[in-house]
């Protein structure tokens, strides 16, 4: 089924190319809107799958329209255009919601990446909805699944992601995903035992990606996070991040050793652990919730 995208940025040559780029490359259909506040009208009733959203907008920012749309648009994916560099607005806009960043000049190519990978994120939740359906269906009624929790644990997953330096890496959206097949195995089976190697052939049939490239993806992006968190300890053995995650998601013995690569007094590097990285997010969402 075609995707429906709506565009809100008051820059009219940007709602041109990004229009111009949804459809030459058969994206889905589009609706425009200039202003934050005409737009939270527009997008309420028509409710599209994707928006792209300005973050500097007339009437209310881009974090504010989509804080305002959350409840009444659950089931809307958005991404965020903006110039802006900061760190720390940009953080705040993946904890308003949205699924990626796209910067300022747009580039054609990133575009139509991302776009691909919310509709294969969207592809993947409609998957996850339906194994919860198919186990309820065994484990008795249950209650239904509560849209604010969702956005939390979101939140505090993407907040993670940006405390590690990795929300910019290709691989997070992967993890997120792989978090979320994991916890709802968990929510409908228990704790029980999984072997990654199927989760990633659940991913790659999702998504339509070879499971070895999804892989690759995850572990470059771990490994990435682990680097950073080495950096950190070589400036501030004492950092509130590194003390935060340096064990919980990591096997300190290898963050150690990445530490020494990074000094150079090691030619090998840290090893990553997949199950325990993600496991770790999970062990963090759970008590942030509690």
């Given at each position: 089924m075609q995707l429906r995208l709506a565009i809100v940025d008051d820059d009219i040559s940007i709602r041109k190319m990004l229009r111009r780029i949804i459809e030459e490359a058969r994206l889905g259909s589009v609706t425009e809107c200039s202003d934050g506040i005409m737009a939270e009208e527009i997008l309420r009733e028509s409710r599209p799958d994707i928006a792209l959203i300005d973050l500097l907008l007339p009437g209310q920012d881009g974090v504010e329209l989509i804080q305002r749309l959350a409840a009444g648009c659950p089931d809307t994916s958005y991404i965020m255009i903006s110039q802006v560099n900061s760190e720390p607005m940009i953080t705040r806009a993946y904890e308003s919601g949205i699924e990626f960043f796209i910067h300022k000049p747009i580039n054609v190519l990133e575009v139509r990446s991302v776009i691909n990978r919310v509709r294969e994120s969207r592809n993947l939740r409609?998957?996850?909805?339906?194994?919860?359906?198919?186990?309820?269906q065994f484990d008795g009624p249950s209650a239904p699944a509560k849209t604010a929790g969702d956005?939390?644990?979101?939140?505090?997953?993407y907040r993670i992601f940006s405390d590690l330096g990795i929300i910019g890496e290709a691989g997070i959206?992967?993890?997120?995903?792989?978090?979320?097949?994991?916890?709802?195995?968990?929510?409908?089976?228990?704790?029980?035992?999984?072997?990654?190697?199927?989760?990633?052939?659940?991913?790659?049939?999702?998504?339509?990606q070879d499971a070895k490239t999804i892989e690759q993806r995850i572990r470059r992006t771990i490994a990435k996070a682990m680097q950073n968190l080495a950096n950190l300890a070589t400036e501030d053995y004492y950092n509130e991040v590194f003390q935060d995650y340096n064990s919980s998601l990591f096997d300190f013995k290898e963050v150690r050793q990445e530490i020494n690569y990074v000094n150079g007094k090691s030619h090998y590097r840290g090893k990553i652990n997949v199950k325990k990285f993600v496991e770790g997010i999970l062990f963090s969402v759970e008590n942030a919730e509690a």
């Open positions: 409609q998957f996850i909805s339906y194994v919860r359906q198919t186990a309820s956005s939390q644990k979101k939140s505090i997953i959206n992967d993890i997120y995903l792989l978090i979320e097949l994991i916890s709802a195995k968990q929510q409908n089976q228990g704790k029980m035992s999984y072997q990654l190697n199927e989760l990633y052939e659940q991913l790659s049939q999702k998504l339509g």
